[in-house]
């Protein structure tokens, strides 16, 4: 059986550099290829949107093609940090005619989400368990080439939502899982630990997931804890030069960040986030 892990990477962030070297340890050990994205392959046009939207997140689309040549695709948003002992994904989930993620609907309302992309495109028979509504996140997503999912998927209905709806492609392929029918199931939190989950033990996880804020007290100190806890995760594997020049850089970009929002002299701004923010 062919697999890959697909990720998309554009540009130097040090984030996505630490995010791609964990990948790049759990793809040898699961026998995955790894493939990233580091350009958009679909344009869309994004003008004026009602929520924020990102022509990054079309990328997606391009599941579908990779499931043209491999078996099995696992996609993985490059905010995710994969631990080092973390589980086989494929072998947990190993019904190939079902598509995998998690099912944040089961602890976040989405109802507003759900109605904004049947709004556009029409309604669906869409399920619920006593949690609420079954909506997935789509930044960790298990595919293989019989379930269906980017068989169904256009950009062309991207397009039509892109500028209307929140999170459009996810609750897109949310849509298109619940108007074909799909087979689909929820993976284990484990797979992808959000902050909505809580802090508490987050770092026991095997993929956490730095989306929003990612654990930190602000969005832009994000990319600084991903770093923080991947130097913590990775020491005793990853030489630590590597990992000291990655936590510098994303230090060095959170503070170019913040001389630009705070109107105070720049060494005073230093000053106080060597204080205060953990790193």
């Given at each position: 059986m062919k697999k890959a892990i697909f990720t998309l990477a554009i540009g130097d962030n040090p984030m996505y550099q630490a995010a791609l070297k964990s990948f790049e340890l759990y793809a040898d050990r699961v026998g995955a290829d790894l493939i990233v994205s580091k350009s958009l392959h679909y344009k869309i046009d994004i003008a004026e949107p009602a929520y924020h939207a990102s022509p990054a997140w079309t990328e997606k689309l391009r599941i579908g093609e990779l499931l043209k040549e491999y078996d099995r695709v696992l996609y993985l948003d490059s905010d995710v940090l994969i631990k080092p002992n973390a589980k086989d994904l494929f072998e947990l989930y190993p019904d190939r005619d079902t598509t995998y993620w998690l099912n944040e609907g089961a602890l976040k309302n989405r109802g507003s989400d759900i109605k904004l992309v049947t709004d556009v495109l029409g309604s669906v028979s869409w399920p619920r368990t006593?949690?609420?509504?079954?909506?997935?996140?789509?930044?960790?997503?298990?595919?293989?080439?019989?379930?269906?999912?980017?068989?169904?998927?256009?950009?062309?209905?991207?397009?039509?939502?892109?500028n209307k709806i929140s999170f459009y492609e996810q609750s897109y392929f949310n849509y298109c899982i619940h108007k074909h029918g799909l087979k689909h199931q929820s993976i284990d939190k484990a797979f992808n630990r959000m902050d909505m989950f809580g802090k508490e033990?987050?770092?026991?996880?095997?993929?956490?997931?730095?989306?929003?804020?990612g654990y930190a007290k602000t969005s832009r100190r994000r990319d600084v804890q991903f770093l923080k806890d991947f130097a913590e995760i990775y020491k005793d594997i990853i030489p630590s030069n590597e990992i000291n020049e990655l936590k510098d850089n994303a230090w060095q970009a959170y503070l170019k960040v913040i001389y630009k929002k705070y109107p105070l002299p720049n060494f005073l701004i230093k000053l106080f986030s060597e204080r205060f923010v953990p790193r």
């Amino acid at each position: 059986m062919k697999k890959a892990i697909f990720t998309l990477a554009i540009g130097d962030n040090p984030m996505y550099q630490a995010a791609l070297k964990s990948f790049e340890l759990y793809a040898d050990r699961v026998g995955a290829d790894l493939i990233v994205s580091k350009s958009l392959h679909y344009k869309i046009d994004i003008a004026e949107p009602a929520y924020h939207a990102s022509p990054a997140w079309t990328e997606k689309l391009r599941i579908g093609e990779l499931l043209k040549e491999y078996d099995r695709v696992l996609y993985l948003d490059s905010d995710v940090l994969i631990k080092p002992n973390a589980k086989d994904l494929f072998e947990l989930y190993p019904d190939r005619d079902t598509t995998y993620w998690l099912n944040e609907g089961a602890l976040k309302n989405r109802g507003s989400d759900i109605k904004l992309v049947t709004d556009v495109l029409g309604s669906v028979s869409w399920p619920r368990t006593e949690e609420g509504a079954v909506y997935y996140n789509a930044g960790v997503i298990l595919a293989s080439k019989e379930s269906g999912l980017f068989s169904k998927t256009s950009l062309e209905d991207l397009q039509k939502l892109c500028n209307k709806i929140s999170f459009y492609e996810q609750s897109y392929f949310n849509y298109c899982i619940h108007k074909h029918g799909l087979k689909h199931q929820s993976i284990d939190k484990a797979f992808n630990r959000m902050d909505m989950f809580g802090k508490e033990n987050y770092l026991e996880a095997d993929f956490i997931h730095y989306a929003g804020k990612g654990y930190a007290k602000t969005s832009r100190r994000r990319d600084v804890q991903f770093l923080k806890d991947f130097a913590e995760i990775y020491k005793d594997i990853i030489p630590s030069n590597e990992i000291n020049e990655l936590k510098d850089n994303a230090w060095q970009a959170y503070l170019k960040v913040i001389y630009k929002k705070y109107p105070l002299p720049n060494f005073l701004i230093k000053l106080f986030s060597e204080r205060f923010v953990p790193r």
